[in-house]
């Protein structure tokens, strides 16, 4: 499975992918950030950051995007572009029929180090040594989509394998994906 994983920011908006199956190795493709100017135009910015996952997307072809959910913050300026660069990533996903993952932060942090509060130090430590990098990749939001896209093969594939099949069983294609509670 290919992964591009997207922490989206206005200023910084960080894009990795990776390779891999759940349990192997995973491979590094791409690592870098669509950087913008605070000075530009809102919609030059957002523009910019369309362009630059555009080209990602061009570039890397994934099987699967993993963008990290926006969450409440005390600056609701900054939540505001985060969460119009997150709509960007969705869309540009979205029209290419490629299926769009939500992860929080949390749940990131939680499967590259076992600590759903670790650090930006942390993560960034376990992303270079799951993938096998001479060095840390930076800056830290470069570091949190690679996390997105790690997670997202870990965890992701089950996820979209239940909900295929819950699809297929409802279009009668298949059993349902349950498991039945039996009385003892």
């Known amino acids: ?30 690592v870098g950030v669509v950087r913008t100017s605070p000075g530009d135009e809102p919609a030059q910015r957002l523009l910019a950051v369309e362009q630059g996952i555009e080209a990602a997307l061009d570039r890397l072809r994934p099987d699967a995007v993993a963008v990290e959910r926006v969450f409440a913050q005390h600056n609701v300026r900054t939540v505001m572009g985060t969460a119009q660069a997150s709509g960007i990533a969705i869309v540009c996903a979205a029209r290419r029929g490629l299926p769009v993952a939500l992860h929080t932060p949390s749940e990131a942090k939680a499967a590259i180090t076992g600590n759903g509060r670790a650090g930006k130090a942390q993560v960034q430590a376990m992303v270079t040594r799951l993938l096998r990098l001479p060095e840390a990749p930076r800056p830290a939001d470069a570091a949190d989509a690679l996390a997105l896209a790690i997670c997202h093969v870990w965890r992701g ?24 509670r039996v009385a003892k």
């Open 157 to 180: 594939g089950a996820t979209n394998r239940l909900v295929a099949a819950r699809q297929a069983a409802a279009e009668g294609r298949g059993p349902a994906p349950y498991i039945r």
């Open 1 to 30: 499975m290919r992964v591009l994983g997207v922490d989206p920011g206005l200023t910084r908006c960080g894009l990795g992918a990776v390779e891999g199956v759940p349990g192997k190795p995973l491979s590094l493709l791409d």
